[in-house]
């Protein structure tokens, strides 16, 4: 399931939520309970949990 990031547009407070796609239920700021929230834009990850590597011949 993806999470989501929001903020509130009445107190402001940051918070991401768990959710299926599918899933269109109201969204509530955990913080005031307010339902003026706004989805914002996150970063993709694509799950990967080893080290990046950096592939380099010297000489």
């Known amino acids: 399931m993806p999470i989501f990031e929001y903020s509130c547009r009445k107190c402001g ?3 991401e939520k768990l959710q299926k796609g599918a899933e269109a239920g ?3 700021c955990p913080s005031c309970g307010s339902d003026q929230v706004k989805k914002e834009i996150s970063a993709f990850s694509s799950g990967n ?6 592939c380099s011949s010297g000489g």
């Open 26 to 28: 109201v969204v509530t």
């Open 13 to 15: 407070h940051h918070f």
């Open 49 to 54: 949990a080893a080290p990046a590597h950096s």
